[in-house]
């Protein structure tokens, strides 16, 4: 290990204190397969947290490197700003074939730079140009990206504050369950809505996570979202799934609204769309809202091909049936089932668990028991993280390509932090 | 041509209207290699756009290829959030020695997420942070992003409709020469800070390209970068050059401001960093200002691997000795000669040049002109764009490797589309 | 009746299309007295109005008049700035001797320009200020203004939408009783409170009127009050009371707050504490919040002296003993009967009433009914208006001085409108 | 003296900190006439500050005052919200006849509350309505307000900081002659209106003051004005001249741009119009922009009926025929003879004056030679305060009704004071 410290040090000397995940997981690593990660000292991780949620298809999938590595190696356009390409229309008409129309989306498709937060910007700034309104609803505990406009929409209080200006123009809303069951769904959102004198200025849309993962692993239920949805066809909002970290199947079907019914206005897409971990981002919307004049938003790595072929090789190798879908749900329970047990053994401590599909929380009475569980973990050779306003939730993402034995192995070495964190 | 027209259908079923690029050039583009693209019937253009500056090497450069097939066959790690990993530590070693180090630099590096627009929000963030000020100046016609914290400090009025929202805590500056001359530099702003009673809110920072690609390639002069230098360290405003565009060796040098011999407090890198297209983006600053808390800016795409190796080998193959900036200027004068006798021919057309290393711009007295110009280039097989607030500029960045005879056989394709423009 | 309406053509011709009440009320009125109005020819009007509350002693008191008639014969200063008068010491003097004494406060006394609006902008700006915070809570149907500042935390969406820019730093919360009772008191506001991932800026203050005359005579109950003032402190946000309209005895005590029991940091003041209908405003907070500049917030009408002379008198005639409480208290109960005699015989109507001291409300389920009411009443000889979001309450707030038997005119008049606009 | 400072003690004890004329004046006032103010203890004071512009007919104007007791003693209507009135019609009348008809004008007439910043949020609020824009241009050194829409569109840094938020929306251009000749007029303005790559966002209208009083007596060319409203026409943004000042004859005409032979399209005044130092301020506009729906703004003193009275009386008295504004001309050049003298004995100390009509400035090069001047004319019963960003200019308002030998009496006084402050 001491080793590894003294050849960490660039990291310490020139890297900017804002980095993160690598202070939890000192070590640094070299190489990456499924669900392992290996670092440069030869120790191997299970991997749960896979990009937190760019790796649904675990590390370096097979089918999808040998695509890429063709597509390099054939000098296939690699940088494509907005110019058509043939990997773009592949993953269009992929994109088309397998993902919207079986579903019965009509929705227009644009690449709005290839990041998650420039998705979500993309998202808010059309939704206020169809609507001409500047106010947009968003939820408690709702995390939507760092840059300005998704920041505002964000509920973190502490990444808030490194916006260094006055957030403005975004008003939270209770998400699902957030008072406990003690207020009647949406009672206050649409009492202010239907009063002319509640002084919420009418918003353009609405934006929300089906399940919100660094807001704690809160999961609206299905209901609560078919009355969401509702509520914006009444009042005349659109209505923005944030499908970043829940969708491609994340909690089951590729989206994760389809479970709820419902059809939104706007989604958005990003972190596993492109399969291998590679930076790609989305934002859907009905067609009637496609106002967008030609290059009013743009970004200069719209067209990172080498992402439209591994998007391309996921779809096919993935979503060309139901098998996915099913695989999750199955392992879902599998990860349900080992939850259920930690939490009955920890009663004592508080602890419980919800989630949905291969998406999962951990929770404890104790604020800082979720930390001792990720730290111990770690050394016995698990990656998770926490997650929550007070990072109180262990957070589970693993790869929905982990098999059963892995996802055993893993939860049995969550089992054991717990228990040697009590 | 017919065939490809029917065969971009789903482009134009699908993608939404936002889409730019593509309908300057309609063709589906499938391979590329240096200076040239090829589309998929098998017409060859040559490339002077070169991703809007993401591609300064050219198209799939063969070293870096080789290092990212490498780095993709051996299963290094793809996505690493902001893990240390060794792909990131041998880019920061590289990086530090041969940009940082040789320029006697001292920055800290941030990874704020691979593109430009989260670079820019990233400086803009800390800026205002480390100042307890919101106002940032920027210049007229400055381009930094479409996210609404770059999008508030960028000029283009048709971009800024865009963002649904008033923009606001950016003032905009005259940037050189912008008054032809007729007005003493600075004078206004300097007369803004000194005066308590002007109605300027004491900026944050400063943000500036030095020079303006997208804002019609305005060059700032050096005496003008050291003077506002200057003024940025006198009122206690902090200097950040955006060198998205033009850093990377665009200009001549690694970055744009060597030239000037100033030292801004923050930089921002983006497009050409990767040298092989790649979505990677970087923020400077003087250790100082390094006030970020662990996590405090995020995002999913920060680790994108790929794109530290092929970095890394760009660093290595072009920046190890002073080889590229030297033929960057040579190139330039190149350039500059050809657009000097096509502004001599064209005189009356009020036809005229200007521009630093190998980013070009060539005006015409007629609005339309450019764009003509560049329609006609396409038919002839050369890919150029406008730019400038009325798309008046004909912009001109070949790769910086371009060969002469590629650079001669551009440039002889684009005097004749001016000639049978005129 | 042809003649004033021939005469009243300079207001059609030359006033803005912005007057309001006169459309309404389409007399020219030219003496006043008591509770009475005439009009120019000869027809007398009850008043039930009372300048909105800002003629709480009614019109023209002789106490007051002689008082200002003594000041302005002997050429008392007129128009002061904000200079030391001997009229300013009489009032502050016996402002702290009348009011702020005998009911333990402490506060600093600011003249912020002499309307309403004025001194919730010097709240606000003082709020924030000290906190260093933007936000500020404010309850739905909140009335406090139309400069930018009091209109962003002003509930009526009509208004707001005047301004013209999109109304930012204000947060709503649920008024009490706001949702029928089906919501625990602060259950919401103080989630997000101590959530931090709430998405709620931490806000520096929260402003409340006790009773909202503008948003349709909702009375917060003491309970509530309290609760929220316990609310403030605990999450050290500043607790403003906006008594403009209910201050000065409108409910019975001098300040509306004293039946709870709580103090208030900071107090706005208006209407009528000047007593005969000049222009003239307070705000008041607690002495370690004054931490104002010299000059930081100033106007030219902040030294209104022919106002202080009859605030003066108006606080020496009615607030030396508790006489004018009791007799409010007394006169409410009055119309308390009559109202409920009203709501009993209006049954099917949806009639109901609410209100405190000498504020209130006669609700119907019909929204159109009210302004029914009002207009009928004016033709039979009593001014009163409508208020609530929807115009859907008419709104009581005779003089405080009304004697019984002009209160039973009203009253009877009221009910003889209610009857024939069944 | 002692005694008296004894007696202030409530002042200090009570009053906020925020107080500031009776710092540099420490007497209280009792007693005003003319252009005398007497204090408790029987000193007279000769006043050439004039309530900052609100008594340019004097303290307690004798025609004024015989109609305001009138109309008192009768019981007229004292508060009148916006009903109308006998005294209103009045004054409407004859507002039209003295001061718009003869001068070609057909603005409709706004009463916007009894204060300036009232006067100025209705412009701002109405100029946004109209023209969907939120953007409002001032100019340096400009003062418009203390309320939060006005704050924002002042310079001086020091009141802007009392706001707490960040002001936004409002954009500062260069005043008449700010850059000392060196730049063509507006050469920066119409450059960034012109230029779609400015980052201007195209403004609502321009807000401009004829003569800066709180900013220090800077003068506009009328060619200057000219200028500007050719800008506003062509640019289509509304012209807003704030007279609240300037207006009411202080620089000779009624309006103070009338010299320019502009016709803004929103005008703004207050402090002398009522005459007597009482609240009352209006807002005038062209009638095609009287787009406000009724109520739309609105505030309890819009009707100051006394204020109505005495502005009717005034108007009467001093603008039935052109011999205020003649005679304000003539004493103009009385004082400007005066301060002539009294720059050329002070040249060593870089002394100068500038002024228009009977508003006018002292300026040193030493900047706390101004306070020390009006401190020593205070000791020598003169009241003069400072203004200017750095309090630098001594600033002279005499009323306009001073006689010859009360101007001469001050003027020797302020000589005086100048020469013993050397």
Not at 239 to 266: H, K, N, W, Y
């Amino acid at each position: 290990m001491t080793i590894t410290e003294a050849e960490t040090s660039v990291f310490d000397t020139l890297e900017s204190q804002v980095r993160s995940y690598c202070r939890g997981w000192p070590r640094v690593f070299e190489y990456a397969h499924g669900c392992r990660l290996q670092d440069e000292d030869g120790h191997v991780y299970l991997d749960f947290f896979a990009g937190a949620g760019a790796l649904n298809y675990g590390h370096n999938p097979p089918v999808l490197k040998r695509a890429l590595l063709d597509y390099l190696e054939r000098d296939g356009v690699t940088h494509g700003l907005d110019m058509s390409t043939t990997a773009k229309r592949a993953f269009l008409e992929t994109f088309r074939d397998l993902v919207l129309r079986p579903r019965g989306l009509d929705h227009k498709v644009m690449f709005p730079g290839p990041t998650g937060t420039n998705a979500v910007e993309a998202a808010l700034k059309l939704a206020r140009k169809v609507k001409r309104r500047e106010t947009v609803v968003s939820f408690t505990n709702a995390f939507h990206g760092m840059s300005l406009g998704a920041l505002a929409v964000t509920g973190n209080a502490f990444k808030r504050a490194g916006a260094g200006v006055p957030l403005v123009h975004g008003v939270p809303m209770p998400f699902d369950n957030y008072l406990d069951g003690r207020v009647e769904d949406f009672l206050w959102f649409e009492r202010l809505l239907e009063d002319r004198g509640s002084g919420l200025s009418r918003p353009a849309a609405v934006i929300v996570e089906t399940v919100q993962g660094e807001g704690g692993v809160n999961v609206a239920r299905a209901e609560w979202l078919r009355a969401l949805a509702g509520l914006c066809r009444r009042w005349d909002m659109l209505l923005i799934v944030d499908d970043i970290q829940m969708g491609c199947g994340r909690t089951g079907g590729f989206f994760s609204f389809e479970e709820a019914g419902i059809v939104p206005d706007v989604i958005t897409l990003s972190k596993s769309i492109s399969g291998y971990g590679l930076p790609m981002a989305l934002t859907l919307f009905r067609p009637g809202l496609d106002v967008w004049e030609p290059g009013e938003h743009n970004g200069t790595f719209r067209g990172n091909n080498p992402a439209f072929v591994t998007a391309t090789a996921a779809l096919d190798a993935y979503w060309a049936d139901s098998g996915t879908e099913k695989q999750t749900l199955a392992r879902g329970e599998q990860v349900e089932a080992a939850l259920d047990e930690i939490a009955r053994e920890h009663r004592r401590s508080g602890a419980g668990y919800r989630g949905r599909g291969l998406a999962w929380g951990l929770t404890f009475a104790d604020a800082g028991r979720a930390a001792r569980v990720c730290a111990r973990a770690f050394e016995l050779g698990l990656l998770v993280e926490t997650s929550g306003p007070g990072n109180e939730v262990v957070k589970l993402l693993p790869p929905l390509t982990a098999a059963p034995d892995e996802l055993e192995e893993g939860l049995r070495t969550l089992a054991r932090a717990v228990d040697e964190t009590a």
